[in-house]
């Protein structure tokens, strides 16, 4: 016993420490891919936990069946959408935040999440959340990252290991919600009109998306504005409409969706390869938001955690109503998804036909 336990353990050691030399000095096996996540509050995983600013989910109800059942700064009851693509695509662990004190050595290498509550596509977006990281900063933070992976396995294993991942990009929709119709007559709506904004947003979210794509990535998901008007924050500000969603809202949202996916065809054409992919979200939570009874929702309306009309007024904190059964609703909060319903649109994302994924779904992407 003594001495196969002893052999054991000295295999161990060397095992640990073959490891140690690959990770050091590489070659590293860049099979485990690496996950990288752009964009607001649908994927930050907890970057706005360690800045100044009122757009965070730090605080109990927000994470209450998580595996920790703990708050960790994710915008949902349970696991977000960057969780189950890790999940999906089996990630070792979901990225970490770029922020996150705990992202070095080995873990370094699954990627990160640079995503931060409240921001959008232009920078006066979320302005009123005060300290937050932008685009062009997220973009920054992934060129330091790619400099701090270099320091530890070289360059062209970083090279590779960038090539090789899979990134998501989800930001738009605070460029409604939070900017052009934030309040009647904000200072975007009195400059442009609904579709010269669109316009506008979309030009600048292809420099976003041109600028990525030169930091080496080659599979890059990109979601659309997700159901704006449909959200019971909308339904609540509006709440003379009986519970339709906002005509305006989904107008913005489907003039922003046809657009993106001429923007992103352009792109892949223009690279010469599909490395972008169109998510439309809001034609997969169309589905369960016209017929939630069919994919075992009880409501679509009505947030889970929150008060007022439709229980979308307000912030979800411990004092709101809280749903028991998180399950039966399509959303969390006023604004963000609940868990299951963040796993109807992963599974989407995976396995979507055309109807919801161009130019190819997720597991066509990794098999290439
Ligand atoms: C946002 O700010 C950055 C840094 O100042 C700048 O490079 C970028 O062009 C700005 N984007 C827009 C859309 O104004
Ligand atoms: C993914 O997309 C491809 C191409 O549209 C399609 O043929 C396939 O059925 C989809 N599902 C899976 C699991 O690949």
Known sequence: ?????????????????????????????????????????????????YLVTTARADSPPYGIDFPTRRPTGRFSNGLNIPDLISEA???????????????????????????????GILNDTGFQFINIIRMYQQLDYFQQYQQRVSRLIGKPQT???????????????????????????????????LP??????????????????????????????????????????????????????????????????????????????NVFIAANTNQ???????TPRRYGFITSKVACCGQGPYNGMGLCTIISNLCPDRDSYVFWDAFHPTEKANRMIVRHILTGTTKYMNPMNLSSALAL
Do not use: W
């Open 196 to 273: 010269d904004y669109v316009r506008l947003l979309i030009s600048e979210f292809k420099k976003i998306l041109t600028r990525l794509s030169s930091l080496g990535v080659s599979r890059v998901i990109v979601t659309g504005a997700g159901p704006l008007g449909c959200a019971p924050a909308e339904l609540a500000r509006s709440s003379s409409s009986n519970g339709r969603c906002s005509a305006e809202l989904e107008r913005a949202a489907s003039l922003y969706d046809t657009q993106l996916l001429q923007m992103i065809t352009e792109l892949n054409r223009k690279i010469g390869k």
């Open 284 to 290: 997969m939570q169309n589905d369960f938001l016209t």
């Open 1 to 49: 016993m003594a001495v196969s336990n002893s052999k054991s353990a000295s295999l161990a050691i060397a095992s640990v420490s073959l490891f140690m030399v690959l990770v050091m000095f590489g070659p590293i096996a860049v099979e485990a891919r690496a996950f990288f996540v752009f964009g607001d509050s649908l994927v930050d995983s907890g970057n706005n936990n």
């Open 159 to 193: 090279q590779r290991l960038v090539s090789q991942s899979v990134v998501l990009v989800t930001v738009g929709g605070n460029d409604f919600v939070n900017n052009y119709f934030l309040v009647p007559y904000s200072a975007r709506s009195r400059q442009y009109a």
């Open 89 to 119: 695509i089996g990630i070792e662990e979901p990225p970490l935040p770029y922020l996150s004190p705990e992202l070095r050595g080995r873990r370094i290498l699954n990627g990160a999440n640079f995503a931060s509550a409240g921001i």
